[in-house]
């Protein structure tokens, strides 16, 4: 006998994480079915729900004035659309064989089993932390949750003295880097790679290391960190790399995130090669016909590449959990896949990629040629033109695009989704070069950036044998 038959007609889902995938699938499930005839219940380990971890740099910087803006729902709001949603509650098995979870009380440590129809896992990323003397110090923290966020704030509250060091150059470490300088802080970014931004080219890493260093962000690029220090009262106060150390009253980890698939391993589901989910197309788990897996846990086809890639963003995250709840909800919908689209910015400098760098272009076997150009954002003429730099990668022979980074100021950024969209429709540079895009003085040059690159590109495609 089912579960669901036990309890009449009605259909139970259970759904482990209550950030953007798991509560857009409850949400999503909820607005295909009523309580009637499905019952929703969510577990969540931390404090809160449905929130921004994208955003958590701004509220540290002072962008964002306070934590509350950073939530989009509030668990009550979910529990007013009939979720049964149990907070501070984390799950601790997954009972495939018997449809069931685990799940402990994190306040009380009282333990309990809940069964299951269906079963949703988004259970996020977790900061790459790594095993090395002092990196569980007072002071050392990560961002991925507003806990996390919360606890750093209190931290730098608590500390008079003001040196900072982050440790790794991706997106979270570039941004927080700029919320400590905006905080007033002395900051050291401590980066293993040649430069900042490992999702760039080093070519253009190198003008996001340019920026950083011109607001007075010390760059330590090529280390690695082989210790932290602490000081006599337990607290950090050092990250020490092969030859040299670099005092600090506060440490932040911004080198990446991994799904946090511990629990989903242990139950015996199909992990990929970078340790998230596999799932297909309705972002089922594979093999397993009621359990679907999406946002950060979870490895995404590369419509570009075609490879399994781990992209942590919230965009997905979301755009899963509306696929997951309308599946699970009786309905029908696929994810197909991503480009590799992503923005940030240091300053006022705008930060922008889209599809392969060179080194995955390699890594796939694909030939390539590349093009860089230096333009404009306005009309030259127009008042606040500013620089932008574009690179673009194009396949050897057939033209196809095949990635395009974006580095300069003032409207800058948003201009990799036209390349996003060339991307998905799978474009050659040639074809780019007649996009009809919007012109105007006040918007960009006649010709777009993005498509002097598209010109250059074409024609060092044409000019290979």
Sequence with gaps: MSMSAARGTRERLVVIGGDAAGMSAASQA?????????????????????FSACGIPYWVGGDVPERDKL?????EEHRARDIDLRMRTEVTEIDVAAGRVGARDVDSGAESWTSYDKLVIATGARPVRPELPGMDAPGVHGVQTLDDGQALLDSL????????VVVGAGYIGVE????LINRGYEVTVVNRGREPMSTLDPDMGRLVHEAMEGLGITMVNDAEVTKLLTGDDGRVRAVATEDAEFPADVVVLGIGVRPETALAADAGLPLGAHGGLLTDLAMRVRGHENIWAGGDCVEVLDLVSGRERHIALGTHANKHGQVIGTNAGGGYATFPGVVGTAVSKVCDLEIARTGLREKDAR????????????STSRAGYYPGASPMTVKMLAERRTGRLLGVQIVGREGAGKRVDVAAVALTAGLT???????????APPFSPVWDPVLVAARKAAKAVGQQP
């Design 429 to 439: 540079v040639e074809q780019m070069t007649a996009l009809d895009l919007g012109y």
């Design 176 to 179: 927080m880097a700029e919320a």
């Design 71 to 75: 939530i989009a729902r509030t668990p």
């Design 363 to 374: 890594r796939a076997g694909l030939q390539f040629v590349t093009a860089t150009i230096e």
């Design 157 to 164: 509250t608590r500390t008079r003295a003001r040196r900072a």
């Design 30 to 50: 909820r607005r295909m079915k009523g309580p009637d005839e499905l019952e929703i219940v969510a577990f969540e380990r931390g404090h809160f729900t449905s």
